[in-house]
């Protein structure tokens, strides 16, 4: 790749950035299959506890908890976290 000519899969203009761009891609995407395996793994943690909270009487919902998982992602992401928590808490419960 010369100088003048853009990597076209990196958007980089030079072969050392095209390089180092594919490496931190890489740990992108370990990073993203990391992500998808736990929130799959939390999402049917959360349907289990909800189908023993309601196998005992128990309500569908718990909104303090619910609050609190929020609040958590809130603090931790900023405002993008509230969003996160919302579409946690659905994959693990499903749509009010």
């Excluded at 072969?15 to 594919?22: T, W």
């Excluded at 943690?45 to 909800?50: A, C, D, R």
């Amino acid at each position: 790749m010369t100088a003048d000519v853009m990597d076209q899969n990196t958007g980089a203009g030079a072969a050392p950035a095209a390089d180092a761009i594919r490496g931190k891609r890489e740990r992108i995407d370990e990073i993203d299959q990391t992500i998808i395996d736990l929130w799959l793994e939390r999402a049917k943690i959360s349907q289990e506890v909800g189908k023993t909270r309601m196998a005992s009487g128990g309500t569908r919902l718990v909104l303090a908890r619910e609050k609190e998982i929020v609040d958590r992602f809130r603090a931790a992401l900023g405002p993008d976290g509230t969003q996160v928590a919302l579409l946690l808490l659905r994959s693990g419960r499903g749509p009010l």
